[in-house]
């Protein structure tokens, strides 16, 4: 406004050096006046509604299902609680007490010979790896101007009048004055100029002495038209409205959310919070950028109206700062929801290894498999060989005879059938543990194999649960509940014995390779989950195949009879 009475202020003094007159001085005060007025209404005008029946599927995504598949609904769990912890930031303790037990777990020396591993875990028993490996530990893995007039045309004009003098302007002094001045109630009437009221009834007046000042308060204009007043709100309301909409939506449809205020954050209680829950916490308000900004102009507005309540998308925001060391709780709550389920996998995957690779060395029919095709290679290969490499099992339903179009497997089985009823390699069971073991990647070195990083890292989960147990442990104050102390060293103890228990299993898999003659300058691409991935395809072109001879067999016996 302050830029507006300037330029009215120059248009003035422009104006006034033609000719000014008081009429045209009020003319544009009542302008500047109906312009405030304008605006003043303009800004109340101006408000932030909110529509609480706004679709939450329009401002929140809905969040995706866990898939039946064991290994995906992990990767999909994990996936969701590692991308919550990674927000919550690392704080820094002081005061810590820690016990000299758990300095020794997390010392990264790999000599742990004289470290007590627990053999017990996830439901698993490990001990015969462990005594394994106590007995043979020394085995080794890598503007227009205007118109004239034109004449006159008639009679002569008169003579000319003596000139006239304007009266000179009203100086700069007195038309600020004259802004300055109350307004009056205006007189609509046309002012006679001095040289012409001479002969006029306007020339012998009597003096009337009047009240100036009385008359200027009676037709004051400032007593009868005073500015609205500022309206106090009834609601304070400081977010914009989409961000208003999006957290009333997430508090309508998570309970915790809504009762935030008054929860009572027991971590060790059960289903207090879901994962889904501590995720929409996240994006509402630990990861939201201005978050701190939108805190601070809500508080500032508290102050200024203090006796006014707050909307609920600003009470939410207040109730979740002024809970304690809610990202270290919710951190933890996190980790105790995920580690048992990763713990039970891991141990399960690596007690699925050792009993697959043992059930092997003892599979009677694997055995007269490989026999049966060495035998028919030698005959094709004219030469007297003692073994081939275990790839070449994954080729014999591709190799075809040049009489039947048979594969090379379906001969092998033909007369196994013949002379043995039993022609399946695996059990059903066998081949369930063999396609989970293949979903993993069981090592400790991850290279840059494509199929590999698809596949569910067993190290890196461990590597990963180690580094949130640290993570925790430094944010963990002596105000906390000692119980997630504890919680905390029993589960840095297992994951340090579960990674230990993985390098046990590795050496004794490097065995059970240079037992199916696999050199050891190939033993590290022939994974345990490539391994298992080639005996699942033996077992599936061994059932297809005996499906085939099967028919055969049965279409030779309807046409003898």
């Given at each position: 406004m302050?830029?507006e ?6 248009k003035?003094?422009?104006e ?8 045209e001085v ?8 109906k312009?405030?007025?304008?605006e003043?209404?303009?800004a ?7 529509d609480?029946?706004?679709d ?9 299902n866990n ?7 992990l990767?999909?769990s994990?996936r969701r609680?590692q991308?919550?912890?990674?927000s ?20 990264e020396d ?6 007590d ?5 996830g ?32 009679p002569?004009?008169?003579p000319p009048?003596?000139p006239?003098?304007?009266p ?13 001045e109350?307004?009056t ?5 046309y ?7 001479a ?9 009337m ?5 009385e ?5 004051s204009?400032s ?7 500022k309206k106090v709100?009834k ?5 914009d409205?989409q961000?208003?909409?999006n957290?009333?939506?997430?508090m309508?449809?998570?309970?915790f959310?809504?009762?935030?205020k008054n929860?009572?954050?027991d971590?060790?209680a059960?289903?207090i ?7 929409m ?12 900004e939108?805190i ?8 200024t ?9 600003e009470q ?5 700062k002024s809970l304690?060391d809610l990202e ?5 709550y996190?980790?105790?929801?995920d580690f048992?389920d ?6 399960r995957?690596f007690?699925?290894l ?10 009677k029919e694997?055995s ?6 060495l035998?028919?290679g030698?005959?094709l ?27 090379f497997?379906?001969?092998v089985?033909?007369?196994?059938a013949?002379?043995d009823?039993?022609s ?11 396609a989970?073991i ?14 590999k ?9 461990l590597e ?8 925790i442990?430094?944010n963990?104050l ?7 102390l ?18 046990m299993l ?8 240079a ?8 033993q ?6 490539r391994?298992?991935?080639l ?14 001879i ?12």
């Amino acid at each position: 406004m302050d830029s507006e009475k300037e330029n009215m202020e120059q248009k003035l003094e422009n104006e006034a050096e033609s000719e000014v007159s008081e009429n045209e001085v009020e003319k544009l005060l009542n302008k500047v006046e109906k312009k405030e007025e304008d605006e003043s209404q303009e800004a109340e005008n101006k408000s932030v509604s909110f529509d609480p029946n706004i679709d939450p599927n329009n401002e929140i995504p809905e969040l995706r299902n866990n898939s039946p598949d064991s290994v995906e609904y992990l990767k999909s769990s994990l996936r969701r609680s590692q991308n919550i912890t990674k927000s919550f930031k690392k704080g820094t303790v002081t005061d810590r007490q820690v016990s000299q037990e758990k300095q020794q777990i997390t010392s990264e020396d790999e000599d742990f010979d004289n470290f007590d591993i627990i053999s017990c875990l996830g439901g698993e028993d490990f001990s015969d790896l462990i005594d394994e490996y106590n007995t043979n530990k020394h085995v080794s893995i890598s503007p227009p101007e205007a118109a004239n007039a034109s004449p006159n045309l008639g009679p002569p004009p008169p003579p000319p009048a003596a000139p006239v003098t304007p009266p000179p302007p009203p100086p700069l002094g007195l038309i600020r004055q004259a802004m300055q001045e109350t307004r009056t109630v205006k007189l609509q009437w046309y002012p006679i100029r001095k040289e012409m009221i001479a002969g006029t009834v306007w020339e012998n007046l009597p003096k009337m002495n009047i009240n100036k000042e009385e008359i200027k308060n009676l037709f004051s204009l400032s007593s009868v038209e005073t500015k609205p007043e500022k309206k106090v709100p009834k609601i304070l309301n400081v977010l914009d409205m989409q961000r208003s909409n999006n957290i009333n939506i997430a508090m309508k449809k998570f309970k915790f959310l809504n009762n935030i205020k008054n929860t009572d954050f027991d971590c060790f209680a059960n289903e207090i919070v879901t994962k889904e829950e501590i995720e929409m916490l996240q994006r509402l308000y630990f990861d939201f950028p201005k978050v701190k900004e939108e805190i601070n102009q809500i508080e500032e507005e508290v102050e200024t109206y203090p006796d006014i309540p707050l909307g609920s998308a600003e009470q939410f925001l207040l109730h979740v700062k002024s809970l304690p060391d809610l990202e270290t709780k919710l951190s933890f709550y996190i980790f105790k929801l995920d580690f048992p389920d990763s713990k039970a996998f891991v141990c399960r995957s690596f007690r699925l290894l050792k009993d697959e690779t043992e059930a092997l060395k003892k599979n009677k029919e694997f055995s007269k498999l490989l026999s049966r095709v060495l035998e028919t290679g030698r005959v094709l290969e004219k030469r007297d060989f003692f073994g081939f490499e275990l790839d070449f099992l994954g080729n014999l339903d591709q190799i075809k005879d040049t009489v039947s179009d048979k594969s090379f497997l379906y001969h092998v089985l033909y007369k196994s059938a013949q002379s043995d009823h039993k022609s399946d390699i695996f059990s059903p069971n066998s081949h369930e543990n063999l396609a989970s073991i293949s979903k993993c990647n069981f090592a400790c070195n991850h290279g840059k194999d494509d199929k590999k990083e698809e596949k569910f890292s067993l190290h890196r989960r461990l590597e990963e649960l180690q580094e949130e147990c640290g993570q925790i442990l430094e944010n963990l104050l002596p105000s906390h509940d000692p119980r997630m102390l504890t919680f905390m060293n029993e589960a840095q103890k297992q994951i340090v014995s579960m990674k230990r228990i993985q390098k046990m299993l590795l050496k004794d898999y490097s065995k059970f390779l240079a037992w199916l003659a696999i050199p050891p300058s190939n033993q590290s691409v022939f994974g345990p989950d490539r391994w298992a991935e080639l005996m699942v395809q033996l077992a599936e072109d061994v059932k297809k195949t005996n499906k085939e001879i099967a028919s055969k067999s049965k279409k030779k016996k309807t046409f003898k009879h």
